[in-house]
Protein backbone atom coordinates (compact mmCIF):
# COMPACT_ATOMS: atom_id res chain seq x y z
CA UNK A 1 0.00 0.00 0.00
CA UNK A 2 1.21 3.67 -0.90
CA UNK A 3 1.48 6.25 1.41
CA UNK A 4 -1.49 8.91 1.60
CA UNK A 5 0.55 11.39 3.58
CA UNK A 6 0.30 14.03 0.99
CA UNK A 7 -3.43 13.34 -0.20
CA UNK A 8 -6.33 15.71 1.57
CA UNK A 9 -6.96 12.53 3.61
CA UNK A 10 -4.31 14.40 6.49
CA UNK A 11 -5.05 17.97 5.17
CA UNK A 12 -7.30 19.62 8.49
CA UNK A 13 -10.64 20.25 7.60
CA UNK A 14 -13.40 22.97 9.36
CA UNK A 15 -16.61 20.72 10.36
CA UNK A 16 -19.49 22.76 12.50
CA UNK A 17 -17.06 24.33 15.03
CA UNK A 18 -14.66 22.25 15.16
CA UNK A 19 -11.41 21.72 12.59
CA UNK A 20 -10.38 18.00 12.45
CA UNK A 21 -7.18 17.48 11.87
CA UNK A 22 -7.39 14.31 9.11
CA UNK A 23 -10.28 13.79 6.70
CA UNK A 24 -10.41 10.00 7.45
CA UNK A 25 -13.54 9.01 9.73
CA UNK A 26 -14.43 5.70 11.66
CA UNK A 27 -18.21 5.15 10.22
CA UNK A 28 -20.74 3.98 12.52
CA UNK A 29 -20.34 0.05 13.48
CA UNK A 30 -22.63 -2.18 15.49
CA UNK A 31 -20.51 -3.77 18.32
CA UNK A 32 -22.50 -4.86 20.91
CA UNK A 33 -20.33 -4.62 23.95
CA UNK A 34 -22.51 -2.56 26.01
CA UNK A 35 -24.76 -4.00 28.94
CA UNK A 36 -28.26 -5.79 29.23
CA UNK A 37 -28.67 -2.20 30.21
CA UNK A 38 -27.44 -0.04 27.44
CA UNK A 39 -24.97 1.08 29.57
CA UNK A 40 -21.22 1.34 28.02
CA UNK A 41 -18.57 -0.34 29.03
CA UNK A 42 -15.22 -0.26 29.81
CA UNK A 43 -14.36 -2.43 27.06
CA UNK A 44 -15.77 0.28 24.96
CA UNK A 45 -13.32 2.75 26.32
CA UNK A 46 -10.86 0.91 25.58
CA UNK A 47 -11.86 0.26 21.87
CA UNK A 48 -12.61 4.34 21.06
CA UNK A 49 -9.79 5.00 23.40
CA UNK A 50 -7.24 3.03 21.14
CA UNK A 51 -8.80 4.38 17.79
CA UNK A 52 -8.71 8.12 18.92
CA UNK A 53 -4.98 8.18 19.67
CA UNK A 54 -2.50 9.76 16.83
CA UNK A 55 -5.89 10.38 14.47
CA UNK A 56 -7.14 13.51 15.22
CA UNK A 57 -10.62 12.60 12.66
CA UNK A 58 -14.12 12.08 13.84
CA UNK A 59 -15.10 8.77 15.23
CA UNK A 60 -19.33 8.28 14.68
CA UNK A 61 -20.34 5.89 18.09
CA UNK A 62 -22.20 3.30 17.21
CA UNK A 63 -25.90 3.39 16.31
CA UNK A 64 -27.40 4.46 19.75
CA UNK A 65 -31.25 4.39 20.99
CA UNK A 66 -33.01 7.45 22.13
CA UNK A 67 -34.66 5.84 24.39
CA UNK A 68 -35.19 2.11 25.47
CA UNK A 69 -38.53 2.70 23.56
CA UNK A 70 -36.68 3.34 20.56
CA UNK A 71 -36.01 0.12 20.42
CA UNK A 72 -32.52 -1.66 20.32
CA UNK A 73 -30.34 -4.32 19.54
CA UNK A 74 -29.50 -6.56 22.89
CA UNK A 75 -26.09 -4.87 24.02
CA UNK A 76 -26.39 -1.69 22.20
CA UNK A 77 -26.01 1.45 24.24
CA UNK A 78 -28.68 3.77 25.23
CA UNK A 79 -28.65 6.99 25.80
CA UNK A 80 -31.57 8.00 28.15
CA UNK A 81 -30.85 8.01 31.62
CA UNK A 82 -28.52 9.04 33.82
CA UNK A 83 -25.94 5.97 33.91
CA UNK A 84 -25.89 5.82 30.03
CA UNK A 85 -25.12 8.99 29.62
CA UNK A 86 -22.19 9.07 32.54
CA UNK A 87 -20.93 6.20 31.08
CA UNK A 88 -20.63 8.03 27.00
CA UNK A 89 -19.71 10.70 28.38
CA UNK A 90 -16.50 8.78 29.72
CA UNK A 91 -15.68 7.61 26.42
CA UNK A 92 -16.21 11.03 24.66
CA UNK A 93 -13.84 12.63 27.49
CA UNK A 94 -10.89 10.10 26.29
CA UNK A 95 -11.60 10.59 22.77
CA UNK A 96 -11.46 14.27 23.13
CA UNK A 97 -8.51 13.68 25.37
CA UNK A 98 -6.11 11.79 22.43
CA UNK A 99 -6.99 14.48 20.27
CA UNK A 100 -10.10 13.22 18.39
CA UNK A 101 -13.67 14.33 17.83
CA UNK A 102 -16.93 12.27 18.31
CA UNK A 103 -20.77 12.44 17.17
CA UNK A 104 -23.52 10.17 18.70
CA UNK A 105 -25.46 8.28 15.83
CA UNK A 106 -29.04 8.58 17.32
CA UNK A 107 -31.77 5.64 15.92
CA UNK A 108 -35.40 4.82 16.35
CA UNK A 109 -36.03 0.80 15.35
CA UNK A 110 -39.69 1.50 14.10
CA UNK A 111 -40.49 -1.68 12.38
CA UNK A 112 -37.04 -3.00 12.43
CA UNK A 113 -37.39 -3.91 15.69
CA UNK A 114 -37.12 -7.99 16.63
CA UNK A 115 -40.80 -8.60 17.73
CA UNK A 116 -38.94 -11.21 19.87
CA UNK A 117 -37.11 -8.29 21.90
CA UNK A 118 -40.57 -6.27 21.56
CA UNK A 119 -42.28 -8.64 23.55
CA UNK A 120 -39.57 -9.20 26.00
CA UNK A 121 -38.22 -6.01 26.72
CA UNK A 122 -41.80 -4.40 26.12
CA UNK A 123 -40.98 -1.81 23.66
CA UNK A 124 -43.44 -0.80 21.00
CA UNK A 125 -43.95 -2.05 17.54
CA UNK A 126 -44.50 0.53 15.49
CA UNK A 127 -43.89 2.00 11.97
CA UNK A 128 -45.04 4.50 9.92
CA UNK A 129 -47.97 1.92 8.62
CA UNK A 130 -48.25 -1.25 9.77
CA UNK A 131 -46.52 -3.08 6.79
CA UNK A 132 -44.05 -5.82 8.04
CA UNK A 133 -40.63 -6.74 6.54
CA UNK A 134 -41.59 -9.06 4.87
CA UNK A 135 -43.79 -12.70 5.60
CA UNK A 136 -40.70 -14.24 7.71
CA UNK A 137 -40.95 -10.75 10.46
CA UNK A 138 -45.36 -11.33 10.26
CA UNK A 139 -44.68 -14.31 11.26
CA UNK A 140 -42.43 -13.79 14.24
CA UNK A 141 -44.82 -10.71 15.70
CA UNK A 142 -48.00 -13.32 15.50
CA UNK A 143 -46.14 -15.94 17.40
CA UNK A 144 -44.92 -13.41 20.13
CA UNK A 145 -48.57 -11.79 20.52
CA UNK A 146 -46.98 -8.65 18.99
CA UNK A 147 -48.85 -6.55 16.30
CA UNK A 148 -46.84 -4.12 14.19
CA UNK A 149 -49.04 -0.46 14.78
CA UNK A 150 -49.11 2.37 12.40
CA UNK A 151 -48.09 5.71 14.34
CA UNK A 152 -50.43 8.44 15.00
CA UNK A 153 -49.43 11.81 14.68
CA UNK A 154 -49.47 12.18 18.30
CA UNK A 155 -46.95 9.99 18.58
CA UNK A 156 -44.81 10.85 15.59
CA UNK A 157 -44.55 14.38 17.46
CA UNK A 158 -43.66 12.96 20.93
CA UNK A 159 -40.57 10.96 18.95
CA UNK A 160 -39.58 13.89 17.24
CA UNK A 161 -39.63 15.59 20.97
CA UNK A 162 -37.49 12.85 22.13
CA UNK A 163 -35.00 13.16 19.19
CA UNK A 164 -34.61 16.73 20.36
CA UNK A 165 -34.18 15.98 24.08
CA UNK A 166 -31.47 13.00 23.38
CA UNK A 167 -29.59 15.25 21.05
CA UNK A 168 -29.28 17.87 24.18
CA UNK A 169 -28.11 15.23 25.86
CA UNK A 170 -26.05 13.74 23.76
CA UNK A 171 -24.52 17.40 23.20
CA UNK A 172 -24.92 18.99 26.88
CA UNK A 173 -24.22 16.18 29.13
CA UNK A 174 -22.31 13.58 27.33
CA UNK A 175 -20.22 16.06 25.48
CA UNK A 176 -20.07 14.90 21.98
CA UNK A 177 -19.33 17.48 19.16
CA UNK A 178 -21.80 15.90 17.12
CA UNK A 179 -25.07 14.10 16.46
CA UNK A 180 -25.91 11.96 13.59
CA UNK A 181 -29.37 11.48 12.99
CA UNK A 182 -29.64 7.57 11.63
CA UNK A 183 -32.09 8.14 8.30
CA UNK A 184 -30.53 5.10 6.72
CA UNK A 185 -30.79 1.48 6.11
CA UNK A 186 -34.46 1.04 6.68
CA UNK A 187 -35.14 2.41 10.68
CA UNK A 188 -37.51 4.38 11.32
CA UNK A 189 -36.65 7.55 9.83
CA UNK A 190 -35.73 5.83 6.58
CA UNK A 191 -38.96 4.29 6.92
CA UNK A 192 -41.16 7.03 6.60
CA UNK A 193 -38.87 8.21 3.46
CA UNK A 194 -39.95 4.77 1.45
CA UNK A 195 -43.29 4.11 0.06
CA UNK A 196 -42.74 0.53 0.76
CA UNK A 197 -42.55 1.19 4.19
CA UNK A 198 -45.16 4.07 4.40
CA UNK A 199 -48.70 3.84 2.92
CA UNK A 200 -49.87 6.57 5.37
CA UNK A 201 -53.01 9.19 3.90
CA UNK A 202 -51.73 12.04 5.96
CA UNK A 203 -49.43 14.44 5.87
CA UNK A 204 -46.72 12.22 6.27
CA UNK A 205 -47.22 10.13 3.55
CA UNK A 206 -48.01 9.71 0.01
CA UNK A 207 -45.98 12.34 -1.65
CA UNK A 208 -42.35 12.19 -1.84
CA UNK A 209 -42.30 15.89 -0.06
CA UNK A 210 -44.74 14.23 2.46
CA UNK A 211 -42.84 11.40 3.15
CA UNK A 212 -39.41 13.17 3.79
CA UNK A 213 -41.67 15.39 6.24
CA UNK A 214 -40.88 13.26 9.45
CA UNK A 215 -36.78 13.40 8.73
CA UNK A 216 -36.69 17.46 8.30
CA UNK A 217 -39.48 17.77 11.20
CA UNK A 218 -36.96 15.85 13.95
CA UNK A 219 -34.03 17.55 11.82
CA UNK A 220 -35.10 21.15 12.78
CA UNK A 221 -36.04 19.71 16.20
CA UNK A 222 -32.50 19.01 17.03
CA UNK A 223 -31.50 22.29 15.02
CA UNK A 224 -33.33 23.99 17.55
CA UNK A 225 -32.66 22.07 20.37
CA UNK A 226 -28.41 22.23 20.11
CA UNK A 227 -27.73 23.97 16.76
CA UNK A 228 -27.43 23.26 13.53
CA UNK A 229 -23.53 23.02 13.65
CA UNK A 230 -23.87 20.26 16.38
CA UNK A 231 -26.61 17.95 13.85
CA UNK A 232 -25.56 15.44 10.81
CA UNK A 233 -27.82 13.05 9.19
CA UNK A 234 -27.06 10.02 7.07
CA UNK A 235 -28.58 8.53 4.65
CA UNK A 236 -28.68 5.38 2.48
CA UNK A 237 -30.20 6.02 -0.70
CA UNK A 238 -29.12 3.21 -2.65
CA UNK A 239 -29.71 0.62 0.29
CA UNK A 240 -31.89 -2.93 -0.54
CA UNK A 241 -32.11 -3.95 3.58
CA UNK A 242 -34.90 -4.53 5.62
CA UNK A 243 -37.53 -3.74 2.63
CA UNK A 244 -35.67 -0.51 1.50
CA UNK A 245 -36.33 -0.37 -2.27
CA UNK A 246 -33.09 1.27 -3.24
CA UNK A 247 -32.38 1.47 -7.24
CA UNK A 248 -36.06 -0.32 -7.30
CA UNK A 249 -37.98 2.53 -5.58
CA UNK A 250 -41.16 4.04 -7.77
CA UNK A 251 -39.26 6.72 -9.04
CA UNK A 252 -35.29 7.28 -9.00
CA UNK A 253 -33.87 7.92 -5.87
CA UNK A 254 -31.84 10.71 -7.08
CA UNK A 255 -35.62 12.38 -7.26
CA UNK A 256 -36.44 11.07 -3.67
CA UNK A 257 -33.38 11.71 -2.07
CA UNK A 258 -32.32 14.69 -4.56
CA UNK A 259 -35.47 16.38 -2.34
CA UNK A 260 -34.25 16.22 0.70
CA UNK A 261 -30.70 17.09 -0.03
CA UNK A 262 -32.42 20.22 -1.31
CA UNK A 263 -34.15 20.98 1.75
CA UNK A 264 -31.08 20.42 3.76
CA UNK A 265 -29.30 22.97 1.25
CA UNK A 266 -32.08 25.17 1.97
CA UNK A 267 -31.99 25.30 5.49
CA UNK A 268 -28.23 26.10 5.07
CA UNK A 269 -28.76 28.76 2.80
CA UNK A 270 -30.83 30.29 5.71
CA UNK A 271 -28.12 29.85 8.04
CA UNK A 272 -28.70 26.53 9.57
CA UNK A 273 -26.23 24.50 7.78
CA UNK A 274 -25.65 20.82 9.26
CA UNK A 275 -22.28 20.10 10.23
CA UNK A 276 -21.99 17.49 7.40
CA UNK A 277 -24.56 15.06 5.15
CA UNK A 278 -23.22 10.99 5.45
CA UNK A 279 -24.20 9.01 3.00
CA UNK A 280 -23.32 5.13 2.00
CA UNK A 281 -22.21 4.32 -1.61
CA UNK A 282 -24.17 1.90 -3.00
CA UNK A 283 -21.71 -0.76 -3.34
CA UNK A 284 -22.71 -1.01 0.06
CA UNK A 285 -25.52 -3.65 0.91
CA UNK A 286 -25.81 -3.97 4.56
CA UNK A 287 -22.91 -6.01 5.92
CA UNK A 288 -22.51 -6.91 1.95
CA UNK A 289 -20.92 -5.50 -1.07
CA UNK A 290 -21.76 -5.65 -4.37
CA UNK A 291 -19.65 -6.01 -7.83
CA UNK A 292 -19.93 -2.42 -8.77
CA UNK A 293 -19.89 -3.31 -12.71
CA UNK A 294 -23.05 -5.01 -12.11
CA UNK A 295 -24.55 -1.74 -10.05
CA UNK A 296 -23.87 0.68 -12.77
CA UNK A 297 -24.59 4.02 -10.82
CA UNK A 298 -23.37 7.34 -10.74
CA UNK A 299 -23.48 8.56 -7.16
CA UNK A 300 -21.97 11.73 -8.02
CA UNK A 301 -24.95 13.68 -7.57
CA UNK A 302 -25.16 14.28 -3.95
CA UNK A 303 -22.49 17.17 -4.30
CA UNK A 304 -25.04 18.58 -7.00
CA UNK A 305 -27.48 19.30 -4.44
CA UNK A 306 -24.66 19.65 -0.89
CA UNK A 307 -22.69 21.86 -1.04
CA UNK A 308 -21.57 21.73 2.78
CA UNK A 309 -19.56 18.72 4.08
CA UNK A 310 -20.27 15.33 2.95
CA UNK A 311 -19.27 12.25 4.42
CA UNK A 312 -18.96 9.44 2.22
CA UNK A 313 -18.76 5.73 3.01
CA UNK A 314 -18.44 2.07 1.93
CA UNK A 315 -15.62 0.20 1.52
CA UNK A 316 -13.17 2.82 0.48
CA UNK A 317 -9.84 0.76 1.09
CA UNK A 318 -10.83 -2.57 0.26
CA UNK A 319 -8.01 -3.71 -1.79
CA UNK A 320 -10.35 -3.67 -4.97
CA UNK A 321 -11.34 0.36 -4.19
CA UNK A 322 -7.79 1.73 -2.91
CA UNK A 323 -7.45 3.90 -5.89
CA UNK A 324 -10.87 5.26 -5.04
CA UNK A 325 -9.76 6.92 -1.60
CA UNK A 326 -7.31 9.17 -3.29
CA UNK A 327 -8.98 10.02 -6.09
CA UNK A 328 -12.05 10.99 -4.07
CA UNK A 329 -10.50 12.31 -1.31
CA UNK A 330 -8.28 14.82 -3.90
CA UNK A 331 -11.37 15.96 -6.22
CA UNK A 332 -12.34 18.45 -3.36
CA UNK A 333 -11.94 20.40 -0.74
CA UNK A 334 -15.40 19.04 1.57
CA UNK A 335 -15.53 16.00 1.48
CA UNK A 336 -14.58 12.94 4.71
CA UNK A 337 -14.31 9.71 4.23
CA UNK A 338 -15.41 6.86 6.82
CA UNK A 339 -14.04 3.56 7.07
CA UNK A 340 -15.99 1.03 9.43
CA UNK A 341 -14.99 -2.48 8.75
CA UNK A 342 -11.03 -2.07 8.45
CA UNK A 343 -11.27 -0.08 11.62
CA UNK A 344 -12.10 -2.89 13.64
CA UNK A 345 -8.89 -4.43 12.77
CA UNK A 346 -6.63 -1.24 12.67
CA UNK A 347 -6.58 0.80 15.89
CA UNK A 348 -3.97 2.62 14.58
CA UNK A 349 -5.69 2.53 11.18
CA UNK A 350 -4.84 6.48 10.43
CA UNK A 351 -0.88 5.93 11.53
CA UNK A 352 -1.12 3.23 8.84
CA UNK A 353 -2.84 4.71 5.52
CA UNK A 354 -0.57 7.63 6.57
CA UNK A 355 2.87 5.70 6.53
CA UNK A 356 1.95 3.34 3.75
CA UNK A 357 1.50 0.23 5.91
CA UNK A 358 -0.11 -2.82 5.50
CA UNK A 359 -3.78 -3.46 7.18
CA UNK A 360 -5.10 -5.93 9.41
CA UNK A 361 -7.89 -7.65 7.97
CA UNK A 362 -11.32 -7.72 9.68
CA UNK A 363 -12.91 -11.00 11.28
CA UNK A 364 -16.42 -10.37 10.34
CA UNK A 365 -17.66 -13.24 12.45
CA UNK A 366 -16.77 -11.45 15.57
CA UNK A 367 -18.46 -8.25 14.79
CA UNK A 368 -21.46 -8.80 16.78
CA UNK A 369 -20.19 -11.35 19.54
CA UNK A 370 -22.47 -9.51 22.29
CA UNK A 371 -21.22 -8.42 25.40
CA UNK A 372 -17.79 -9.79 24.37
CA UNK A 373 -13.90 -8.82 24.05
CA UNK A 374 -13.31 -11.65 21.64
CA UNK A 375 -12.67 -10.12 18.45
CA UNK A 376 -13.22 -6.34 19.59
CA UNK A 377 -9.76 -5.98 21.80
CA UNK A 378 -7.75 -8.29 20.57
CA UNK A 379 -6.32 -6.24 17.52
CA UNK A 380 -3.34 -3.84 17.66
CA UNK A 381 -1.25 -1.43 16.28
CA UNK A 382 1.03 -2.08 13.48
CA UNK A 383 3.83 -4.76 14.33
CA UNK A 384 2.36 -6.12 17.46
CA UNK A 385 0.88 -9.21 17.89
CA UNK A 386 -2.80 -9.89 18.58
CA UNK A 387 -3.59 -10.30 22.57
CA UNK A 388 -6.33 -12.30 23.19
CA UNK A 389 -5.78 -12.34 27.34
CA UNK A 390 -8.92 -10.52 27.80
CA UNK A 391 -11.66 -12.95 24.99
CA UNK A 392 -13.05 -14.22 28.68
CA UNK A 393 -13.08 -11.57 30.80
CA UNK A 394 -16.63 -9.78 30.99
CA UNK A 395 -17.09 -6.15 30.31
CA UNK A 396 -17.81 -4.44 33.43
CA UNK A 397 -20.26 -1.33 33.20
CA UNK A 398 -18.26 2.72 33.18
CA UNK A 399 -21.17 3.90 35.61
Not at 9 to 28: E, N, S
Amino acid sequence: MSSLADSKLFKPIQVGDVVLKTRLAYAPSTRLRATADGVSTDSMLEYYSERAKNNGGLIVFEGTSSARDFGCFPNQPILETKQQVESQKIIVDAIHGNGSYVASQLMHFGRSLAPQLAKSLNIPFVGPSAIYIDEANKKAAEEQGVKLKELTRNEIKAIIEEFANSSKRAINEAGFDFVEIHGAHMFLVDQFIQSSSNQRTDEYGGSIENRSRFLLEVVDACIEAVGAKHVAVRLSPYAEIQGGLGKNSEVSPVIIWGYIFSQLQNRADKGDELAYISIVEPRIQGDKEVDEKDYKIDFSWPRLLWKGILFRAGAFIDPNHLEKLEKNINSEDKLIIGISRYYTSNPDLSDRLKRGLSLTRYDRSKFYNAFSNDGYLNFQSYGKEEVHTKDDVEPKPLA
